[in-house]
């Protein structure tokens, strides 16, 4: 078995090991005795390391010589002594952890090894603990992802875990304007925006976007997520490129409802809690505004969502703009699950959406309306403007496919002027699932949104419904902690456009057998 030894400091030690496992004057590497056990290092300090197996296992072996930078004895011959006297005690340990391991023998030397790696790194016990939840694979799809009907492992499932909730990536007119798409403007962006990473299919989707949320500019990005992370770091950020030309938004506050999407959370991660991040309860204006006003003299921006994921529940979007106008902060939206759904007067949540397009910053995701992969945020000209630069994760990554840019046009002009109906049918489509299962008695969220959730409680028990269901031919999804709270796993159902009703009744069937065996 190859070993693995830790890479040697560059300065040099005057130290030398005792032993019959000797390792040089300068901290180079020599193989211990038994083939495969590891190799020790000696570092400057006079500390022997040793590293045993290639499968990660690296452990000190309690050196114990002065560092001669910290040392209150500044004689060089106590430092000699001292050293000395650590090699002395480091060659005993390493002897008797020697005969120990000749004791036991290969094979349970291999088991102590491998142990002592995962105790290390912790990949096994997190691992096991997945197994255990009933986490054991990923589930994947052989043919088309994200449409009612799906094949794994030559099984045909019924489909209710795709977000790409009307299916109109499966259109022949959609997947026809991407081909052709990409036989004009290829494949691939060739680098980032700063650089050449923009064609005219971007344009052209950033400015379809602007027309349909009333912005000034947009900027896109590979995923929401990153387009979180660049609004973060941008709305962060300090830079100074002249005298004239900079820029300081290092005293900016961010203000979180306590349920936003992990994606905001990881943008925010290197802010200090209670500085420069706080949070408010869940859609509760009154405790938003408690803490707007001990921040009236900083530069505040509150970052919120539109239609939250998991519960379903929607954002009095129009109060929260309110309060904040009034205060001066700013507002930036996360409208990823409700973008091109809601917004238009007929429809549920008219008065939340008109406050919404009042917002400063507005993100929204292609993955789910839309049906493809990417996402954007539209604001006034030159903040998205300066966005180009500040937030780095438009600098250091690229955009979406040209195609797929193309296509997120086609898609968002269809839905909005040529056939706004396909929302319209599905809005009614998933009132009447909802209605079956609370005619069933089963507990949904309380918000008639698209999302419709099941808690489920434990998450041993959410796998365990996840499985008999997959079992019996049906996909469906099963959120976790942390995208649930903990011991909350929840049932996330996304009705799909085209499920039809006996993919429907089938599934309510099973809902029906499932509820005393699993309590639902």
Request: charged share 20%; with cysteine; net charge negative.
């Amino acid at each position: 078995m190859a070993t693995a030894g830790l890479q040697a400091p560059t300065c040099q030690s005057v130290t030398t090991l005792r032993s019959t496992s000797r390792v040089g004057r300068y901290g180079h590497r020599q193989r211990l005795p038994r083939e495969g056990w590891g190799t020790m290092t000696i570092d400057a300090a006079g500390a022997p390391t040793m590293s045993l197996r290639a499968e990660g296992v690296s452990e000190a072996v309690n050196g114990g010589a002065a560092d001669p930078l910290t040392s209150n004895d500044t004689s060089p011959l106590s430092h000699i002594a001292e050293s000395a006297a650590a090699d002395e005690r480091d060659n005993d340990r390493l002897a008797k952890l020697l005969r120990l391991l000749e004791q036991l023998g290969d094979d349970q030397a291999d088991e102590l090894l491998r142990y002592g790696s995962s105790l290390k790194w912790q990949f096994s016990q997190f691992a096991e603990g997945l197994r255990r939840f009933g986490v054991t694979n990923v589930p994947f799809t052989e043919g088309m992802s994200g449409v009612p009907e799906v094949t794994m492992d030559g099984r045909s499932l019924v489909n209710f875990a795709p977000v790409n909730f009307l299916n109109l990536h499966s259109r022949p007119d959609v997947m026809d304007h991407f081909v052709n798409a990409a036989r004009t403007f290829g494949l691939a962006t060739g680098g980032a925006r700063i650089s050449q990473g923009v064609t005219r299919p971007h344009l052209d989707m950033e400015a379809e976007l602007c027309r349909i949320l009333g912005k000034e500019r947009a900027i896109s990005y590979a995923t929401g997520t990153l387009a979180n992370i660049g609004f973060v770091h941008a709305m962060t950020n300090r830079q100074a490129w002249s005298e004239d030309m900079q820029i300081d938004h290092t005293d900016v506050v961010f203000v979180y409802d306590r349920d936003n999407h992990w994606s905001l959370w990881k943008a925010a991660e290197k802010l200090e809690y209670g500085r420069q991040l706080f949070s408010f309860k869940h859609n509760d204006v009154a405790h938003l505004e408690s803490i707007l006003k001990r921040l009236q003299r900083k530069r505040v921006v509150v970052v919120f969502e539109s239609v939250y994921s998991v519960d379903g529940s929607v954002a009095p979007m129009h109060e929260i703009v309110d309060l904040c106008e009034r205060y001066g902060a700013l507002t930036y939206v996360d409208d990823a699950n409700g973008f091109l759904v809601y917004g238009a007067e007929h429809r549920p949540f008219a008065k939340e959406y008109a406050g919404m397009l009042r917002a400063d910053f507005i993100m929204v995701s292609l993955k789910k309306s839309v049906g493809l992969e990417g996402g954007m945020i539209a604001g006034p000209n030159d903040a998205i403007w300066a966005m180009e630069a500040l937030g780095m994760a438009s600098v250091f990554s690229a955009q979406v496919q040209p195609p797929t840019a193309a296509t997120a046009a086609y898609t968002m002009k269809l839905l909005t002027q040529h056939e706004p109906e396909i929302v319209d049918n599905y809005l009614a489509k998933v009132a009447d699932f909802r209605q079956l299962l609370t005619d069933e008695g089963f507990q949904l969220n309380p918000t008639p949104s698209i999302m419709t959730s099941i808690d489920v409680g434990p998450e041993s028990k959410g796998m365990a419904i996840r499985d008999a269901f997959l079992e019996r031919g049906y996909r469906i999804p099963v959120y976790l902690f942390p995208a649930a709270r903990r011991n909350h796993a929840t049932m996330r159902l996304i009705l799909n456009a085209t499920h039809t009703d006996e993919h429907i009744l089938g599934f309510l069937g099973l809902m029906k057998e499932f509820r005393d065996k699993f309590d639902i």
